[in-house]
C-alpha cells in the first residue's frame, strides 16, 4: 500500500496538509451533533461536550477506575503501565476488552453514534486505557499526533479514527489537562529517527519518537493557539486522530484521570507498520474490526 503519510524516514521534517477529509459523513442529520458542533470539530480538531454524564454516572466509574488501580497495582502485565520514574501506575491498557463495565460505556449509544457521525461509517474500538495522572506524581505526555504513532508503528492507512476522553477528574489548567492545537488536524509533520521493534515498550512511559520539531510545533501554534478544554469531570472531549496533543506533568494535589478510547472506521483497516516493525501487540492496537454495533 502506499505511504500517503511518510514519517521517520528523511533526514528532515516535513509539512504536508492532510489527505483526507476531518469530517467523512454528510452533516447534522447522520447522528446526535449539530450543525455547529461538527463545524467547530471540522475547524479546531476537537470538541468539547461539557457535562455529558451525570454526577451519579461519574461517581460510579470513579469507583471503578480506581478499583482496577488498586487491584493491579501489585500485577506485572503488558497492559499495565507504570511512571518512567516511580512505580505508580501510568496507564492500564485494553480496559474495554478485559473488563465488561468499560466494554459496556465503549460501546454506549449516544456516543458511539457521535463517532459514526464523524467516522462516516460503521466503527471498531482501536485503543482503549485508563490514564491516570495523581497529584505530585503524574508526568507529562509530550507533544505529538496519534495519528502519526498509529500509522508508522500499526500501520493505520487514513486519517479517519477519532479519540474520545471521559474526563474523570476536575480539569483545571493547573493540574496536567490536556492540551490542543486547534487546526493543528490539518497538516501532517513526518518526525525523525528510526523505529525500533518493540519501541512501544518505552514510548508508552516517555515519547522520544514521532514527537514534532520545534520549529514546526512553533508554527502551528502561532496559527492556532493552544486550547485547554477544562471543566468538572464528567465531560467528554473529542479529538481527531491528527490533531497535535500534548499535557504537562501534575505538580498539584489534584489528580487528573480520564478514560481513553480510540474508535476507527472498519473501512481503515490496519495493514503492515510503514516503519517496517512487527505489529505493536493488540492491546495497543487491535487487528481485528469487530463493529461497536455488533
Known amino acids: 500500500m502506499e505511504d500517503l503519510y511518510p514519517s521517520r524516514k528523511k533526514l528532515e521534517t516535513e509539512m504536508t496538509l492532510r489527505k483526507d477529509p476531518v469530517i467523512h459523513s454528510q452533516g447534522a442529520g447522520e447522528g446526535p451533533l449539530s450543525e455547529e458542533q461538527l463545524g467547530f470539530y471540522e475547524k479546531n480538531g476537537f470538541l468539547l461536550l461539557e457535562n455529558y454524564f451525570s454526577d451519579e454516572s461519574v461517581k460510579e466509574m470513579q469507583k471503578e477506575i480506581f478499583a482496577l488501580r488498586d487491584a493491579e497495582h501489585d500485577k506485572q502485565a503488558s497492559e499495565i503501565i507504570r511512571e518512567p520514574e516511580s512505580d505508580e501506575i501510568r496507564s492500564i491498557f485494553a480496559v474495554h476488552r478485559d473488563h ?85 488536524q490539518n497538516y501532517f509533520i513526518s518526525c525523525l529517527g528510526k523505529t525500533p521493534n518493540a519501541n512501544y515498550k518505552t514510548s508508552l512511559k516517555k515519547q522520544k519518537l514521532g514527537v514534532p520539531d520545534q520549529a514546526s510545533l512553533e508554527w502551528l501554534v502561532e496559527r492556532g493557539g493552544i486550547s485547554v478544554p477544562t471543566g468538572k469531570a464528567g465531560s467528554v472531549i473529542l479529538f481527531e486522530s491528527n490533531t497535535m496533543h500534548g499535557s504537562s506533568g501534575n505538580m498539584t494535589p489534584f489528580d487528573r484521570n480520564n ?20 505489529p505493536r501487540p493488540d492491546f495497543i492496537a487491535t487487528r481485528e474490526r469487530i463493529p461497536v454495533t455488533s
Not at 259 to 278: D, I, K, R
Open 100 to 184: 465488561s463495565y468499560f466494554e459496556a460505556i465503549a460501546k454506549s449509544d449516544p456516543l458511539t453514534d457521535i463517532v459514526q457521525q464523524l467516522l462516516g461509517s460503521d466503527v471498531y474500538i482501536h485503543q482503549s486505557r485508563i490514564n491516570y495522572k495523581p497529584g505530585f506524581k503524574g508526568k507529562e505526555f509530550d507533544w505529538h499526533s496519534d495519528f502519526e504513532t498509529w500509522h508508522v508503528e500499526d500501520g493505520m492507512p487514513r486519517m479517519r479514527a477519532v479519540s474520545v476522553s471521559i474526563t474523570l477528574s476536575d480539569n483545571y489548567v493547573f493540574n496536567g489537562p490536556l492540551m490542543l492545537v486547534p487546526g493543528s
Open 259 to 278: 478514560l481513553f478510547m480510540v474508535y476507527n472506521s472498519v473501512y481503515n483497516h490496519l495493514v503492515e507498520p510503514f516503519a517496517g516493525t512487527e
